[in-house]
């Protein structure tokens, strides 16, 4: 049922791009599957959790960053600003209230992968202490995280969906803490 919910976000996404002057909506269709098998896992890369701080969850950290997420919630990011490495992963540590924080041995070969698919570019910025890269979103990068958005809401809704059932399960006398 709820790959049906999805196939319908996907037309509805699609039938957008299509009102706004895309030439080739069947190319689309298939570079957005395309895209889906090849963002869940960065060339079968599977990123490694790293807990620095106390404050860090180590079973948050792994399922957020073995999952697919930190290629899209990197990419969310710098779609607000441009950012070196070490601040993307200050950042996403200070959104998620210190549970979740991917390692410099996760986030820099990310940044790679994406600058190589010409999702994101990076520039060298010398005017500090010491040489930084700094990384911008591109035209590609934001389309392809528009595609990850609407590909993956109805993917984070129905896995929120699971961890609740599943939370309100185990734990019923807490049953009013997550609805």
């Known amino acids: 049922m709820k790959h049906l919910q999805i196939e ?4 509805e996404f699609i039938k957008s791009k299509i009102q706004e002057g895309m030439q080739n909506p069947d190319a689309m269709a298939e570079q957005l599957f395309d895209n889906i098998k090849s963002h869940w896992v960065f060339g079968k890369r ?8 106390p ?17 899209l919630y990197t990419l969310h990011i710098l779609n607000k600003s441009e950012m070196y490495g070490n ?26 992968e994406l600058e190589i698919k010409k999702f994101v570019e990076g520039r060298w910025h010398l005017e500090k202490e010491r ?18 958005k ?7 809704r129905e896995a929120i969906e699971i961890f609740t059932k599943i939370f309100n399960d185990i734990y019923p ?3 009013n803490i997550i609805d």
Request: with cysteine.
């Open 131 to 148: 040489p930084r890269r700094i990384y911008k979103i591109t035209n590609k990068g934001k389309k392809e995280y528009e595609i990850l």
């Open 46 to 53: 599977s990123f490694m959790p790293w807990v620095e701080s």
């Open 150 to 156: 609407a590909v993956l809401r109805e993917q984070l």
């Open 87 to 112: 601040e993307i992963m200050c950042e996403i540590e200070k959104r998620t209230n210190h549970t979740w924080s991917p390692t410099p041995g996760t986030m820099y070969p990310l940044l790679k």
């Open 55 to 71: 404050d860090v969850n180590p079973f948050v950290n792994m399922l957020l960053t073995r999952s697919g997420l930190l290629p």
């Open 8 to 11: 319908k976000d996907i037309k």
């Open 173 to 175: 006398k807490d049953n």
